[in-house]
């Protein structure tokens, strides 16, 4: 089976952005202290922080994620290939 559960996926999504919120958290306290008090005045005023941030952020792109999701799967079919040759397989 090569395709992902709706579970599988989003637990895959879930942790792409765990990893690129904990890598880019130094871009992203900084936009936060620049957004602090702000409303309408943060799309101008912290317009770099926030592109730092995005750029940061990539790794939950579409690129990224389909080479997550394609070594999710590899080591899924790793992982059943040693349990097949694990368990012994009763003779007709």
């Known amino acids: 089976m090569n395709a992902l559960s709706r579970r ?3 637990a895959l999504l879930k942790a792409a952005k765990t990893r690129a919120l904990r890598e880019c958290d130094t871009v992203v306290k900084d936009f936060a202290e620049c957004a602090a008090g702000r409303t309408i005045s943060v799309a101008w005023a912290c317009r ?3 592109k730092k ?3 940061c952020m990539v790794h939950t792109g579409p690129e ?3 080479a997550v999701r394609a070594e999710y799967l ?7 290939l040693q ?3 694990r ?3 009763a003779s007709p």
């Not at 590899?74 to 059943?80: D, E, H, T």
């Open 53 to 55: 941030v995005q750029d």
């Open 87 to 89: 368990t012994p397989q």
């Open 8 to 10: 599988e996926e989003e």
């Open 64 to 66: 990224p994620m389909e």
């Open 83 to 85: 349990q097949e040759e």
């Open 48 to 50: 770099e922080p926030l």
């Open 74 to 80: 590899r080591l899924r079919k790793l992982q059943q």
